[in-house]
């Protein structure tokens, strides 16, 4: 896990399918893009929200300190990466 300064790009749609796993009956997930703090050519990533952190609205321009999760997973031979974000504190502009 990582603590990152970000501030965000864009934040994609919530989709929210049925999930008997969760306890309101639905699940949550969306992903933003976001952008390291430290100058116009700072590293920039895609990372997935999920369950209540999934609903909460982002805006370009928002600054974040988010903590990532970064996994690692094989699937029939071929290998998928995947960011989440664990936890965030947003900062008001």
């Excluded at 990582?2 to 994609?12: I, S, T, Y």
């Excluded at 969306?30 to 805006?59: M, P, Q, W």
């Excluded at 600054?63 to 900062?91: I, P, R, S």
Aim: proline share 2%.
């Amino acid at each position: 896990m990582q603590d990152l300064f970000v501030r965000v790009v864009k934040c994609g749609e919530l989709i929210t399918m049925p999930s008997e796993k969760c306890e309101s009956g639905l699940f949550h997930k969306r992903e933003i893009h976001l952008k390291r703090l430290g100058g116009k050519y700072s590293d920039e990533l895609v990372a997935t929200l999920l369950g209540k952190d999934a609903t909460c609205n982002f805006y370009p321009g928002d600054c974040l300190m988010v903590t990532l999760k970064a996994t690692v997973n094989e699937h029939n031979g071929k290998w998928y990466q995947e960011v989440t974000v664990t936890d965030f504190v947003k900062f008001n502009k």
